[in-house]
T-cell receptor
Framework: QKEVEQDPGPLSVPEGAIVSLNCTYS??????FMWYRQYSRKGPELLMY????GNKEDGRFTAQVDKSSKYISLFIRDSQPSDSATYLC????????????FGKGTRLSVIA | EPEVTQTPSHQVTQMGQEVILRCVPI?????FYWYRQILGQKVEFLVS????????KSEIFDDQFSVERPDGSNFTLKIRSTKLEDSAMYFC??????????????FGEGSRLTVL
């Protein structure tokens, strides 16, 4: 079983839609969960960071972590064409300086 | 806004040649990383570097790879004898603290390496 699974899409939605992006993982040691946005030919850019279980909201973005199900989500409200990008989930365990393990990324297109 | 800068943006090389990819991390950051992304694949960890030494490396980071911080500002990745499968986008990243604690890893725009 792969450590982090993420549906690669592509996912195409109309402007204004609510977008739900998800990852599952197998390593119960993961404690830190991140979502990165990557535009074409650019480096990943941190969007959201969550420690352990729970929700975190930042503007139009909400990150959810359910450690019991080993499932994390990113919700984008009122999606905009500028949200069109690849969204990468990433996670790490709690031992010091542990490398990030990334999902494959979901390609999102928001159509005006 | 401070950023991680990488050079070159694209390098084409022949198999067996040595390649050096350069990075200038954000100036007050202490932890430095190299990740790579083969086309269509996941971003993969290669190596982390702190206090002038490697703190962790993946199984990808074999004897053909080395890292160096030669002058206190640059952070380089050297591939001694490139193979076709080294073709990928290489991302440098830096953080002010351990990325496992903050998640605030700042990535450069990447160096695309093509090995022919």
């Amino acid at each position: 079983q792969k450590e982090v699974e993420q549906d690669p899409g592509p996912l195409s939605v109309p402007e204004g839609a609510i977008v739900s992006l998800n990852c599952t993982y197998s390593n119960s040691a993961f404690q830190y969960f991140m979502w990165y946005r990557q535009y074409s030919r650019k480096g990943p850019e941190l969007l959201m960071y969550t420690y352990s279980s729970g929700n975190k909201e930042d503007g139009r973005f909400t990150a959810q972590v359910d450690k019991s199900s080993k499932y994390i989500s990113l919700f984008i409200r009122d999606s905009q064409p500028s949200d069109s990008a690849t969204y990468l989930c990433a996670m790490s365990a709690n031992s010091g300086n542990t490398p990030l393990v990334f999902g494959k990324g979901t390609r999102l297109s928001v159509i005006a | 806004e401070p950023e991680v800068t990488q050079t070159p943006s694209h390098q084409v090389t022949q198999m067996g040649q040595e390649v050096i990819l350069r990075c200038v991390p954000i100036s007050n950051h202490l932890y430095f990383y190299w990740y790579r992304q083969i086309l269509g694949q996941k971003v993969e960890f290669l190596v982390s570097f702190y206090n002038n030494e490697i703190s962790e490396k993946s199984e990808i980071f074999d004897d053909q790879f080395s890292v160096e911080r030669p002058d206190g500002s640059n952070f380089t990745l050297k591939i001694r004898s490139t193979k076709l499968e080294d073709s990928a986008m290489y991302f440098c990243a830096s953080s002010i603290r351990d990325s496992a604690n903050t998640g605030e890893l700042f990535f450069g725009e990447g160096s695309r390496l093509t090995v022919l």
